[in-house]
């Protein structure tokens, strides 16, 4: 079975930072990856996703990711915080050959200092 | 807006009372996919339906259920409810019922029991 860990349930950095979001899976194949976003009050928007090929995946409001399959993981970076990424961020796996079911990260929750 | 909709927005009753909560897919998305987000569990997948058949089961209580009627819009239906029954619950859907496809998510019914 599938299983996803994001080690930082808090993280703080200041505007204007660098960030990288750590997400780690365990699964025996490459599974599908995903990080989604979720504001406050809202539902969750995916930001990007994984399933092969180039190893840096770019997705939507500046963020990207990389698939590093010898450390199992799928860190979320973006160059440079606005104020309006304050956020909680899901990092999620979906198993390519069994279910059919996404598993959730426990979520980490990003505050941006002004 | 995703295309996905949720009713009603929250919910408040009382411990052993039973509710029903509503979710209309995208325009053309076959899956439905529910979850439950509490504190203390973080967003856990429930169940998923495609085309109205049931495909994949997380860690739904026996005293909840699901259906995904010919039109495709969904209804979770909690029973029995307990004060930990209190809960965001999201529905998502996709085009297609693999892990591969990208969920979209409705804004969430915010459940309290009271």
């Known amino acids: 079975a599938q299983s996803v860990t994001q080690p930082d349930i808090h993280i703080t950095v200041s505007e204007g930072a660098s960030l990288e979001l750590r997400c780690n899976y365990s699964?025996?194949?490459?599974?599908?990856l995903f990080w989604y976003v979720q504001s406050p009050g809202q539902g969750l928007q995916l930001l990007l996703k994984?399933?092969?090929?180039?190893?840096l995946v770019q997705g939507i409001k500046g963020f990207e990711a990389e698939f590093k399959r010898s450390q199992s993981s799928f860190n979320l970076r973006k160059p440079s915080v606005h104020w309006s990424d304050a956020a909680e961020y899901f990092c999620?796996?979906?198993?390519?050959?069994?279910?059919?079911?996404?598993?959730f990260g426990t979520g980490t929750r990003l505050k941006v200092l002004a | 807006d995703s295309g996905v909709t949720q009713t009603p927005k929250h919910l408040i009753t009382a411990t052993g009372q039973r509710v029903t909560l509503r979710c209309s897919p995208r325009?053309?998305?076959?899956?439905v996919y529910w979850y439950q987000q509490s504190l203390d569990q973080g967003l856990q997948f429930l169940i998923q339906?495609?085309?109205?058949?049931?495909?994949a089961k997380g860690n739904i209580l026996e005293r909840f259920s699901a259906q995904q009627f010919p039109d495709l819009h969904s209804e979770l239906n909690l029973s029995s409810l307990e004060l930990g029954d209190s809960a965001l619950y999201f529905c998502?859907?996709?085009?297609?019922?693999?892990?591969?496809?990208?969920?979209?998510f409705g804004p969430g019914t915010r459940l309290t029991v009271l």
């Open positions: 999620a796996v979906g198993a390519r050959f069994e279910t059919y079911k996404y598993i």
């Open positions: 325009s053309g998305d076959l899956s």
């Open positions: 339906y495609y085309n109205g058949e049931e495909r």
């Open positions: 994984y399933f092969s090929g180039d190893t």
């Open positions: 699964y025996g194949a490459t599974p599908y």
């Open positions: 998502a859907s996709s085009r297609d019922q693999g892990a591969h496809n990208e969920q979209f």
